[in-house]
């Protein structure tokens, strides 16, 4: 599936762009407007990438912070380390298991996606910010042709970006 998303200023421009497509014979199922009184970006689709980091981070933190509690007690019981005298032999293999589960905790983090997280990369954040400023996007979907006739038809309303994609 092949996809046309072009940043409009305003829902006079947007309007007047999807009649345009109207007017074209385009299959208007195929052709959506975002923006306020239209679907929002959670109707249409578009994955916030901060939520998605979130959920790998959550999910491989689920499987690693056990093994990183048993490495780090099995690592302080084989090594007899006293990180702590006061609290034992045992307290510090718990200790050591504790650490252990930080350091599968901070793996997560970084493995995870918590990078993309940090510094918000995708074309989707970046439509859901035009969003937030009051601007409409046109999306189209379909065939290569439609898309190369849909680009043709929106460039006439100077839109202030306009990129295609392809599954």
């Not at 380390?81 to 510090?92: C, E, I, K, Q, Y």
């Amino acid at each position: 599936m092949n996809y046309l998303v072009a940043v409009l200023k305003d829902r006079i421009e947007a309007e007047e762009a999807y009649t345009a497509l109207e007017k074209a014979g385009l299959p208007l199922r195929q052709v959506s407007i975002l923006g306020k009184g239209y679907k929002t970006a959670d109707e249409f689709g578009l994955i916030d990438p901060n939520e998605k980091a979130i959920a790998q981070v959550k999910q491989l933190a689920y499987w690693l912070l056990p093994f990183g509690f048993a490495a780090g007690y099995t690592f302080n019981w084989l090594t007899q380390f006293d990180l702590f005298p006061w609290a034992g032999s045992v307290g510090n293999h718990i200790i050591g298991g504790i650490f252990g589960a930080i350091a599968a905790a901070m793996g997560s983090v970084f493995v995870g996606g918590g990078a993309s997280f940090v510094f918000n990369s995708g074309d989707s954040l970046s439509y859901r910010n035009r969003l937030d400023e009051g601007k409409y996007l046109i999306v189209v979907q379909g065939t290569e042709s439609l898309i190369q006739e849909s680009t043709r038809i929106i460039k006439q309303f100077k839109p202030e970006t306009i990129q295609g994609y392809s599954d």
